[in-house]
């Protein structure tokens, strides 16, 4: 039997492909690739050269959590959302098929890969909509890059992954890492972060978690290394909570890795332009386990943020 997996993920591709998005592979500059989707209409050819030209319509991003790649976690948004917005969804540094031969695995680093990225694109400013990972990310760019980011939508994350923070969900979770969660190496292991993140997570047969297993894990040395640089010492996380941007908070009610609590902590630490709403019925993978009504709020909110630039 062939990976069922590695099917389904080719059939979303090509579902994609219809919406209006096509990949693209981006050379950063030399060593370092993006895979990313575009807008198919931003995309043509000069002297059989491929060129890119800015979006017509506003442009929203949409970064990735750490166990999806950028289609596989957005997917059901990508089909609502092409026909009014401009929609770019990259594969951050070793996911999908963005890659590098530098060193660097900073949040720094992954967000100034994707800056570089859309500069590449021609895209000069962009709604960011990032879940977990990606809104981890999202922060930094939206900090060191104020005049791309002018919103964002974030769902079930934080500003800065910190020691104590870690700790807590460690504790919370019975494990002694992100990487003990976050990249398993058994079929127990990739049952127990799927019933993490979900709210009520669906039976498959253990050949599906094998094929999810061989097909989703791979870069696993540069991917824990991504995860030891992310968690940041309590004494040196930044105590710097004014964004230029508003900022809506958008969570699963049952989110078993970062709970309302400590989004309702977030959202006071940074003040009266963020607002935050939760789903019920719905855990940190809230846009795929409740995709419905994730999309409408998440369509409420874009709609409304255009209409105020």
Known sequence: MGNVFAVM??????????????????????????????????????DGKIVYIPPTKPAVLL????????????????LTLTREYSVYVPDFLF???????????????????????????????????????GGIVGF????LYPELVKSMVVSCTVIELTESISRDVYKQLGVSSWSELLM????????RLTSVVAHKPLWAPDFIYRNILETTFGNRKERIELLEALVVPDDDANSDFNYSQTIHMLWGEDDKIFDLDLARIMKMRLGDKTTLDWIKDAGHVVPSEQSSIYNQRLKCVLERVTKEQ
Do not use: C
């Open 9 to 46: 993920t080719a059939l979303l591709h090509g579902v994609v492909k219809l919406a209006g998005l096509t990949p693209q592979a981006i050379e950063i500059e030399p060593g370092t690739i993006m895979k990313v989707w575009v807008p198919k209409e931003t995309v043509t050819k000069n």
């Open 184 to 191: 398993p190496t058994t079929i127990e292991g990739l049952k």
């Open 95 to 133: 996911f999908g098929g963005s890659i590098t031969d530098r060193k660097e695995r900073s949040v720094s680093f992954q967000a100034e890969f994707v800056v570089k990225g859309l500069e590449k694109l021609r895209v000069e400013k962009v709604i960011l909509v990032g879940l977990s990972y």
């Open 63 to 78: 970064l990735h959590s750490f166990s999806m790649d950028g289609i596989f976690n957005w997917f059901f948004q990508v």
């Open 140 to 143: 930094k760019m939206a900090k």
